[in-house]
C-alpha cells in the first residue's frame, strides 16, 4: 500500500515568475514527505496512526522550512496529484516566498476517501511554521506586544541582584 | 492625524490610552483621573502586594467573605479556567511565586522546598457574591487580573461616551474602532528589537504571555503547579479574545495546558512560539509571520 507520486502538478503563481519547475519539485517533496508514510521515525514528534493490521505507519508531522535560493517574492499555489491505494487524489498547497523564504503555508485537502482524507489531515494539522523574527524599524506598526515594557519594579530588583551577584 | 492620548503607571507597569478623537488638555486630564481612579481601587483590593486588599485578608484566614460587585467577572473566570486547564490555572499559584521568591519585597530568594497545591474546589467554595475560604494559602490573581482591569476601563471609557480607544497595558491591550484595525508586533522574545510577525486586531483584544523579561534563577513567573517548575519549552504566547481578561489569563494557561481543552470552554485564537522558534496556532490567529 504505498502510496506513489506522479508527476500531474498544476501550479498556477500570483504574479511574474518564470523559475518554477526546481521550486514545484519542493512542493511535491513537502506534500511527499507529509502525506507518506515514513519508515524511518524521526527525532521530531512521531504519530502513530491505526492499530489495524492494514495501517501501522509511522507519519512524521514535522517539515522544516524549506530555504530556496533566488526565487522572485510571491505566493504560490500549487496542487499535488497522487495516487493513493483508494485511488487517485490531490493536495493543494498555498505558500508564500518572501527574500528566498516561505513565510505562509497553507496545505488545504482535496481528499475524497475516507482513508486518504484522515492522512493528509495529519499532515494539515501537523504543519509547523518557523519564524526568524524581522527588525521593529522594517515594519509598519501601531503596538508591539511582548514582555518588554515588563514591571518597572521588578526590573529594578532584577537589576540590583545582578549588580550584587557581579561582585 | 487627529487622536488625543496619555499614559499612566498602574499594576507595575505602563498604561497607555489613544483615542480617536481630539480631545481638549482639560478633557483628557478629566478621563485619566476617572481611570486611574479606578486602577488604583482595582489594585487595593485584588493586589496580593497590598497588605490590607481582599486577596491578602482571603489568603491569611479562612471563612467567609463578601466579595465586591466587580469580582464576579474575575472569580467566574478563575474557576471556570481552572476546570478547563485541570486545575492548572489557578490563583492559589501565589504560595508558590512566594515560596519561589516572587514576594512583596521582589527578594528572588526561595524559601524552602515548593510544594503541590491542593485542588482549588478543596480550598474554597465559591457562589458569588461570596466565597468560604477552608484553608488560607496564598491567592495571586495576577495571571487574568490586568486584562479584567483593561476590561474595566474600557468599559468605563464606554460609559463615559468614548467608543474608540485603544488600551495598551505593558503590550497588553484592548481596540475598539468602527473603521481602523490594529497592527500589533509579536516582540521576539529573544531580541526585542525585532518582532516575529504581525497581528491584526480590530474590536479585540491581544494579551501575551512570555516567560523571558520576568526570570529569576531557574524560574519566571508562570508555574506548572504539576511539575513546580517554570515551563521553558515555549518562549511566548499571544491570545487575541474579545475580552482581555481571557486573553490574559489563556496566554497564561496555554503554557502547561493543551489549546484543545481550553478551547472546549472559551472561545479564542492562539498563538505559541517554542523555544526553538517553531510556531504552533489556530487557524484564525490573524498573523503575518516573519
Given at each position: 500500500?504505498?502510496?506513489?507520486?506522479?508527476?500531474?502538478?498544476?501550479?498556477?503563481?500570483?504574479?511574474?515568475?518564470?523559475?518554477?519547475?526546481?521550486?514545484?519539485?519542493?512542493?511535491?517533496?513537502?506534500?511527499?514527505?507529509?502525506?507518506?508514510?515514513?519508515?524511518?521515525?524521526?527525532?521530531?514528534?512521531?504519530?502513530?496512526?491505526?492499530?489495524?493490521?492494514?495501517?501501522?505507519?509511522?507519519?512524521?508531522?514535522?517539515?522544516?522550512?524549506?530555504?530556496?535560493?533566488?526565487?522572485?517574492?510571491?505566493?504560490?499555489?500549487?496542487?499535488?496529484?497522487?495516487?493513493?491505494?483508494?485511488?487517485?487524489?490531490?493536495?493543494e498547497v498555498k505558500i508564500t516566498l518572501k527574500s528566498n523564504v516561505i513565510t505562509e503555508a497553507e496545505v488545504i485537502?482535496?481528499?475524497?476517501?475516507?482513508?486518504?482524507?484522515?492522512?493528509?489531515?495529519?499532515?494539515?494539522?501537523?504543519?509547523?511554521?518557523?519564524?526568524?523574527?524581522?527588525?521593529?524599524?522594517?515594519?509598519?506598526?501601531?503596538?508591539?506586544?511582548?514582555?518588554?515594557?515588563?514591571?518597572?519594579?521588578?526590573?529594578?530588583?532584577?537589576?540590583?541582584?545582578?549588580?550584587?551577584?557581579?561582585? | 492625524?487627529?487622536?488625543?492620548?496619555?499614559?499612566?503607571?498602574?499594576?507595575?507597569?505602563?498604561?497607555?490610552?489613544?483615542?480617536?478623537?481630539?480631545?481638549?488638555?482639560?478633557?483628557?486630564?478629566?478621563?485619566?483621573?476617572?481611570?486611574?481612579?479606578?486602577?488604583?481601587?482595582?489594585?487595593?483590593?485584588?493586589?496580593?502586594?497590598?497588605?490590607?486588599?481582599?486577596?491578602?485578608?482571603?489568603?491569611?484566614?479562612?471563612?467567609?467573605?463578601?466579595?465586591?460587585?466587580?469580582?464576579?467577572?474575575?472569580?467566574?473566570?478563575?474557576?471556570?479556567?481552572?476546570?478547563?486547564?485541570?486545575?492548572?490555572?489557578t490563583p492559589l499559584v501565589g504560595e508558590l511565586l512566594n515560596m519561589a521568591g516572587y514576594d512583596k519585597e521582589y527578594?528572588?530568594?526561595?524559601?524552602?522546598?515548593?510544594?503541590?497545591?491542593?485542588?482549588?474546589?478543596?480550598?474554597?467554595?465559591?457562589?458569588?457574591?461570596?466565597?468560604?475560604?477552608?484553608?488560607?494559602?496564598?491567592?495571586?490573581?495576577?495571571?487574568a487580573g490586568k486584562g479584567y482591569l483593561i476590561d474595566l476601563l474600557g468599559k468605563l471609557l464606554e460609559e463615559n461616551?468614548?467608543?474608540?480607544?485603544?488600551?495598551?497595558?505593558?503590550?497588553?491591550?484592548?481596540?475598539?474602532?468602527?473603521?481602523?484595525?490594529?497592527?500589533?508586533?509579536?516582540?521576539?522574545?529573544?531580541?526585542?528589537?525585532?518582532?516575529?510577525?504581525?497581528?491584526?486586531?480590530?474590536?479585540?483584544?491581544?494579551?501575551?504571555?512570555?516567560?523571558?523579561?520576568?526570570?529569576?534563577?531557574?524560574?519566571?513567573?508562570?508555574?506548572?503547579?504539576?511539575?513546580?517548575?517554570?515551563?521553558?519549552?515555549?518562549?511566548?504566547?499571544?491570545?487575541?479574545?474579545?475580552?482581555?481578561?481571557?486573553?490574559?489569563?489563556?496566554?497564561?494557561?496555554?503554557?502547561?495546558?493543551?489549546?484543545?481543552?481550553?478551547?472546549?470552554?472559551?472561545?479564542?485564537?492562539?498563538?505559541?512560539?517554542?523555544?526553538?522558534?517553531?510556531?504552533?496556532?489556530?487557524?484564525?490567529?490573524?498573523?503575518?509571520?516573519?
Amino acid at each position: 500500500m504505498e502510496e506513489s507520486i506522479d508527476s500531474k502538478v498544476e501550479v498556477k503563481t500570483e504574479g511574474s515568475q518564470n523559475k518554477i519547475l526546481p521550486f514545484v519539485l519542493i512542493v511535491v517533496l513537502l506534500i511527499g514527505i507529509g502525506i507518506f508514510a515514513l519508515r524511518k521515525p524521526s527525532k521530531e514528534e512521531v504519530l502513530e496512526m491505526g492499530k489495524g493490521e492494514e495501517q501501522s505507519a509511522k507519519v512524521t508531522m514535522t517539515v522544516t522550512p524549506a530555504i530556496i535560493a533566488n526565487y522572485k517574492d510571491g505566493k504560490y499555489v500549487a496542487t499535488g496529484n497522487y495516487t493513493s491505494p483508494a485511488g487517485d487524489e490531490s493536495v493543494e498547497v498555498k505558500i508564500t516566498l518572501k527574500s528566498n523564504v516561505i513565510t505562509e503555508a497553507e496545505v488545504i485537502s482535496k481528499a475524497t476517501k475516507p482513508k486518504s482524507i484522515t492522512m493528509q489531515n495529519l499532515f494539515i494539522g501537523g504543519f509547523m511554521e518557523m519564524v526568524v523574527g524581522k527588525n521593529i524599524n522594517e515594519v509598519k506598526l501601531d503596538k508591539v506586544s511582548g514582555s518588554s515594557l515588563t514591571s518597572k519594579g521588578f526590573n529594578d530588583a532584577i537589576e540590583k541582584i545582578k549588580t550584587v551577584a557581579k561582585v | 492625524m487627529g487622536g488625543s492620548s496619555f499614559d499612566f503607571l498602574a499594576t507595575g507597569t505602563k498604561w497607555q490610552f489613544d483615542f480617536a478623537e481630539d480631545f481638549s488638555v482639560a478633557k483628557l486630564e478629566m478621563i485619566r483621573t476617572i481611570l486611574s481612579n479606578r486602577a488604583e481601587d482595582f489594585e487595593s483590593i485584588y493586589s496580593r502586594f497590598r497588605e490590607d486588599s481582599l486577596i491578602s485578608k482571603i489568603s491569611q484566614k479562612s471563612g467567609e467573605f463578601a466579595l465586591p460587585e466587580d469580582s464576579e467577572k474575575l472569580f467566574d473566570f478563575y474557576f471556570r479556567l481552572n476546570k478547563f486547564t485541570n486545575g492548572k490555572f489557578t490563583p492559589l499559584v501565589g504560595e508558590l511565586l512566594n515560596m519561589a521568591g516572587y514576594d512583596k519585597e521582589y527578594s528572588f530568594i526561595t524559601k524552602g522546598v515548593l510544594e503541590h497545591m491542593p485542588d482549588l474546589e478543596s480550598v474554597a467554595e465559591y457562589k458569588f457574591p461570596t466565597i468560604n475560604v477552608k484553608e488560607p494559602l496564598k491567592w495571586d490573581l495576577g495571571a487574568a487580573g490586568k486584562g479584567y482591569l483593561i476590561d474595566l476601563l474600557g468599559k468605563l471609557l464606554e460609559e463615559n461616551g468614548i467608543s474608540e480607544y485603544c488600551i495598551d497595558a505593558g503590550g497588553d491591550m484592548l481596540q475598539k474602532s468602527k473603521t481602523k484595525v490594529l497592527r500589533v508586533g509579536l516582540e521576539n522574545p529573544k531580541n526585542f528589537e525585532q518582532v516575529i510577525g504581525v497581528a491584526e486586531i480590530k474590536n479585540q483584544s491581544i494579551c501575551g504571555s512570555s516567560g523571558s523579561r520576568r526570570q529569576w534563577g531557574n524560574f519566571h513567573h508562570i508555574f506548572d503547579i504539576n511539575s513546580l517548575q517554570s515551563p521553558t519549552d515555549i518562549l511566548s504566547t499571544w491570545v487575541v479574545a474579545e475580552s482581555a481578561m481571557v486573553a490574559d489569563g489563556i496566554a497564561t494557561s496555554l503554557f502547561f495546558s493543551k489549546p484543545v481543552d481550553i478551547k472546549r470552554g472559551f472561545d479564542f485564537e492562539y498563538l505559541i512560539l517554542n523555544s526553538d522558534f517553531t510556531v504552533e496556532r489556530s487557524k484564525y490567529f490573524p498573523v503575518e509571520l516573519f
